[in-house]
């Protein structure tokens, strides 16, 4: 007759004994990173498992990892994690690698504000050869129009303000991507090479 103390025993470990059994049965395998190394969803993948193997690094180069790039979230504001899902997740290149240009681009303050700080975002127009973006800049007065190329040559894309919504007739505009004031116009125009893009931000000039 087996005693009420050690049928408690038994209770307690024969699930553990089982748990067991089924591993040395079916080993579990190793997390599997997302493919191609590629997060394409903020967590890394459907499942949100943030997992990356870095197999690169390895026992015999470990001692001699330096630091080759940072990235500062100043621009990002006071709640930096609230900001970080609206962050680009691919950038093409190696960025341990990045020269001073490529940083550059990567760090314009003042394309990271249209990121992070503008509202209201929406296609203005659409057509088969181009597609022109609009926005608003926060906290100060302004907008963001962005117009992008979809030919495979370049073209002068062209539209006035009221084309694209605006209901001013004059506005000052500024490339974002080369910090450069641009004067004032009465409408959009711009040559763009094959898919290419430009990023301007305008303000409203009284008559």
């Given at each position: 007759?087996?005693?009420?103390?050690?049928l408690?025993?038994?209770?307690?470990?024969?699930?553990?004994?089982?748990?067991?059994?089924?591993?040395?049965h079916?080993?579990?395998?190793?997390?599997?990173?997302?493919?191609?190394?590629?997060w394409?969803?903020?967590?890394?993948?459907?499942?949100?498992?943030?997992?990356?193997?870095?197999?690169?690094?390895?026992?015999?180069?470990?001692?001699?990892?330096?630091?080759?790039?940072?990235?500062?979230?100043?621009?990002?504001?006071?709640?930096?994690?609230?900001?970080?899902?609206?962050?680009?997740?691919?950038?093409?290149?190696?960025?341990?690698?990045?020269?001073?240009?490529?940083?550059?681009?990567?760090?314009?303050?003042?394309?990271?504000?249209?990121?992070?700080?503008?509202?209201?975002?929406?296609?203005?127009?659409?057509?088969?050869?181009?597609?022109?973006?609009?926005?608003?800049a926060?906290p100060?007065?302004?907008?963001?129009?962005?117009?992008f190329?979809?030919?495979?040559?370049?073209?002068?894309?062209?539209?006035?303000?009221?084309?694209?919504?605006?209901?001013?007739?004059?506005?000052?505009?500024?490339?974002?991507?080369?910090?450069?004031?641009?004067?004032?116009?009465?409408?959009?125009?711009?040559?763009?090479?094959?898919?290419?893009?430009?990023?301007?931000r305008?303000?409203?000039?009284?008559?």
């Amino acid at each position: 007759m087996i005693s009420k103390r050690r049928l408690s025993i038994l209770a307690f470990v024969t699930p553990f004994v089982l748990l067991a059994g089924a591993s040395l049965h079916n080993p579990l395998s190793a997390q599997s990173a997302a493919p191609s190394g590629e997060w394409r969803t903020y967590g890394g993948d459907l499942a949100s498992t943030r997992y990356a193997p870095l197999d690169q690094i390895n026992g015999s180069n470990f001692n001699t990892l330096q630091i080759a790039w940072r990235f500062k979230t100043d621009a990002f504001g006071p709640r930096p994690e609230v900001n970080f899902e609206g962050t680009p997740l691919m950038v093409g290149g190696d960025l341990t690698r990045a020269d001073a240009w490529t940083t550059s681009l990567l760090t314009n303050p003042e394309v990271l504000a249209v990121d992070q700080s503008s509202t209201g975002n929406h296609p203005a127009l659409t057509t088969d050869k181009a597609v022109l973006w609009l926005a608003k800049a926060a906290p100060a007065d302004g907008l963001y129009v962005a117009a992008f190329n979809l030919q495979d040559s370049s073209q002068t894309v062209e539209y006035s303000w009221k084309q694209l919504g605006l209901d001013g007739t004059r506005y000052a505009q500024r490339n974002l991507w080369e910090h450069k004031d641009l004067g004032i116009a009465s409408s959009l125009k711009v040559v763009l090479p094959p898919h290419g893009s430009v990023l301007y931000r305008v303000s409203e000039v009284a008559r």
